[in-house]
Each structure stands twice: as C-alpha cells, then as structure tokens.
C-alpha cells in the first residue's frame, strides 16, 4: 500500500471513530441515554393533597408549583380532582397550579401529583434581576428591640452569610438575649421572623418553603427556609440551625413571592403531602424527555415496535464482520465462505446454541448427501444449485414439524439462514470434498461454527445489545475496526507454530 493511500485509510479511520464515538457520546450526555443495561435512577413521587371545605358558591384554588430544582429535575405532572378543571399557569417568576369549579359545597380534596429526578447538580437557584430588601416595619417596642439585634449581629459579621448565621444565632437564645425574647413573643415564625430582620439590615431575603422527603411518608407539611442573594444565586439558610444550603433529601417547592396556597370560595384550607421513592429504569427517563432532541434522529425508538425488533438483529451484524474479519485475517481459521457465519451466529441468538448448532449440522448434512446424488445426474451448477434450494426448504419445513411436536422451535433458528446462502455453502462443501476430501470439508465447517459460537458469545452480552441497539452509531466504530483489520499483513496466529522453526534458524 502507498504512503498515499495509508494515509487516506488512516484518515478515514479516525473520522469513522470521531464521528461514532462522537454522536454516541454526544446522545449520553445530552440525552442521558445509558452507557450500561440495567441503570436506574432514583425518582420521587410526590403528591401535594389539598383540603377545604367549600362554602357553595364558585370555587377557585391556586397552588404555587415548584419551578427551579436544586437537585431534582421535574419528570411528569398531573392532577387528579374529579369535578374541577385544571390548568398550570405560569408567570415570569411564578408557576402556579389553579383548580376552579362553578358551585361546590361541602369537604373538598385536590391533588395535585410530580415525579421528581435526583440529579447530582445541586447549584442554587439563580438570581433573576436586582432583588432589593422590602421594607419592613415593626411597633414599639419590638423596633427597638430589632434595630438593636441587628447592630449586634452587624457588629460581629462581614458578608450576608455570616450575617444570617448570626442573626440566627441570636434569635436561637431568647435567655440570653432580652431582644431576641421579645421577638420570638411577637408570635412571628422563625423564618419569617429571620427575613424580616435581613431586610431591615439591607439583604433583600425571602421566605422558602422545602419538603423533607422520606420514603413512604404521608401528610408531610413543609419546612420553611430563608433564602438570601449572594454572588448571584439564591443560598438557603435554616432558620433553626443557621446551616446553609439545602440538604441532599430536601426538594425546594415554594419560593418567596406569593403565597402558598389561594382559596377562593372555601374555608379551612390545608396542603399536605405524601411522597414514595421509586428506581425508573434510566432508558426509559431518557426516551420520555428527550425524544425529541435533534439527536433523537440518529437512534430508532421512534420507530415502530415491529421494525425495531427488525434493526436489534440488524445492528447486532457489523459485530459479527468484525469478528470473521479477525478470525480470518489475524488468527487465521478458515470459514466456509465470509457471511455465513454471521448468519449462523445471528440464527443462534434467535433461540439457543444448542438448537441451533444441531439444526445446521441437520441441514447441511442432508444438503451434502443430497449433493452426491445430484452430482450423480450430471446437472448443470445453476440447476444444481435451485435443486439445493427447493430440498432445502423441505428439510427445514421438516425440521420446523419435527421440532413443533417435541415442543422445540427449531424452526425459527433455520428460517433466517438465507436459502441460497444455505445451498450454495452446501455445494462448495461439496466441491471442496471432491477436490480436496473431507478432512477440509471438516476444517472449513468446524471453523465456520467455532467463529459462529464465539460472535454469538460476543452478541449475547447484555451490554453489546444495549449499546448497538441504543448507540447505533457505534457501528461506525466497528467499521473503523475492520478497515484497520483488512490491512493487516503480518503474520497469522496459526500460522506461527508452523514457522517456529524458521523463526529460530533465523535468531
């Protein structure tokens, strides 16, 4: 081969690996298609149940929804309220879920139900615009008493956050602090008691609400939070403890703004929620979010179940070339013909290893004694060789009855042998055993199975039918496989025993 041409192939070769490595990789980080059979990821179900009782005439009930997830991803929604109609309604900063009827009377329940992604990315929420400190006022005596509390805090910080952790620090010991004493009686939440003081001291801080999530818990209300803008994200405090950030099971529903829940026409209005830990297999998550990415066009989900079934066995092919191509060219074993058994080995997978190496020893056997006698007639090849179709035929349309009575589906291991490939391997066997005897009929047959085993071995790995099924432009990548194969011109790994002599004649 020429510098030239080496050059070219070697081009090719490393676009074929770019660009199937490539897309493939490309369609598991976007599309978060898995690399291995089996993963699952971990999803939430959560349902927010709302309680009321309607006082007869139009009723309207808005619920806030949660809209930035640090940690989660929403998956699907619905709600489930039989009489009410529904419809989300989304704003610039808001997102809520609003039920209305025209006339309810009497203990009403919605739901409202979300699965919720674990994702590893836990960024805060981002800040939209300038958020500026609302203005806040209190009554004597308790100004006095925050106007104080705050310089103290003030005093003994530098940044937001060590303002905030102060602040709660005071607010936690009422016996200690007369100020702080005096604010916690003036019946205010601790949270909202907390915002209220950062944005006397200038930090624009609001209320958050966050669901704590345990598995199988029921009627779970939520924790209220405070979040503050630092560096332009939304860092989370608890008014509690002053620890800062969200923990890793606590999904952020509610944030600052509006309010919770709006009930028009009703009175005595709760929310409570239930949730339940679930494994959905990650393929699935993948194909219900992103079916229709861009890159969704280079895998075949979309397509009919009938011929999806068609292209597993397909895909499964490039896999098998690969491996005659490197039994042949490298290791050496001889085959009876290049593609036959990769059909032999996509046959084996249909059903067993078993069934399906006695259903082709059975049909190429007959097919061999057949031959002898049509080689007796003196018939012509082509002749010969449409004689060889119609008696293979037969045979499998016997062996299919046969094996249907003893409860075996031999039949379907046969049937994707193309015919013609089936007679013509028959009549070059035979051939081969006129000229060369049958001790080559038995070397090029057996190495025909034993490269047919080893490619089935190879396609019935979980992992290689997940990926030429769900990446199929791997095959790309095989294809570079064998194009590097093919110019291999060293020697074979049979043929070194019988030039092991030579070998060391020359050392």
Known sequence: ?????????????????????????????QMEI?????????????????????????VRISLDLPEELPGFRLFTEQAASPGYGFAIIEATDDRRGEWTRREATGPQTLYYTAQFIV?????????????????????????????????????????????????????????????????????LGRAELLARLLNIAGVAAHVAQGLELEDARR????????????????????????????PENMLLWHRGGTSLLDVEGGTQSQVSFSMLRQSVPALQLAQAQFGDSP???????????????????????????????????????????????????????????????????????????????????????????????????LLISLLSIFGYRLGYSTGLTITFFPMVIIAWTIERMSILWEEEGPREVLVQG???????????????????QHLSFNFPELNLVLLAGILVIGQYSGYRLSELRRFRDMRAFSQ
């Open 1 to 29: 081969m020429t510098d030239t041409r080496a050059v070219a192939l070697w081009l090719l070769v490393t676009a074929l690996l770019v660009l199937g490595g490539g897309i493939a990789w490309m369609r598991h980080v």
């Open 34 to 58: 898995p690399l291995l059979p089996g993963e699952a990821k971990p999803v939430w179900l959560v349902e927010a149940r709302v309680d009321f009782v309607a006082t007869g005439g139009p």
């Open 119 to 187: 994702e590893g990315d836990r960024e805060p929420a981002r800040v939209v615009g300038h958020p500026r400190p609302r203005e806040v006022f209190f009554e004597e005596p308790e100004a006095t008493a925050a106007s104080e509390l705050i310089g103290t805090a003030l005093a003994r910080s530098s940044t937001p956050e060590s303002l905030t952790r102060e602040m709660v620090r005071l607010l936690a010991n009422p016996e200690i602090d007369q100020n702080a004493a005096l604010l916690r009686a003036a019946g």
């Open 219 to 246: 009627r779970r209300p939520l924790t209220p939070l405070v979040e503050i803008p630092v560096d332009g994200y939304w860092r989370v405090f608890d008014p509690v403890s002053g620890r800062q950030g969200l």
């Open 295 to 393: 890159l969704a066009a280079f895998g075949i989900a979309a397509l009919p179940i009938e011929e999806q079934g068609l292209f597993k066995l397909l895909f499964l092919l490039p896999l098998g070339a690969l491996v005659v191509a490197f039994m042949r060219i490298v290791v050496g074993i001889p085959t009876s013909g290049t593609f036959m058994p990769v059909l032999i080995a996509l046959a084996f997978v249909q059903t067993s290893l078993g069934l399906g190496l006695v259903s082709f020893i059975t049909v190429v056997a007959f097919g061999l004694l057949l031959r002898g006698y049509l080689s007796y007639l003196n018939l012509l090849l082509v002749a010969r060789i449409a004689t060889l179709v119609v008696i293979v035929i």
């Open 446 to 464: 057996g190495g025909s199975l034993v490269v047919a085993v080893l490619a089935y071995v190879l396609m019935e790995l979980r992992i290689v």
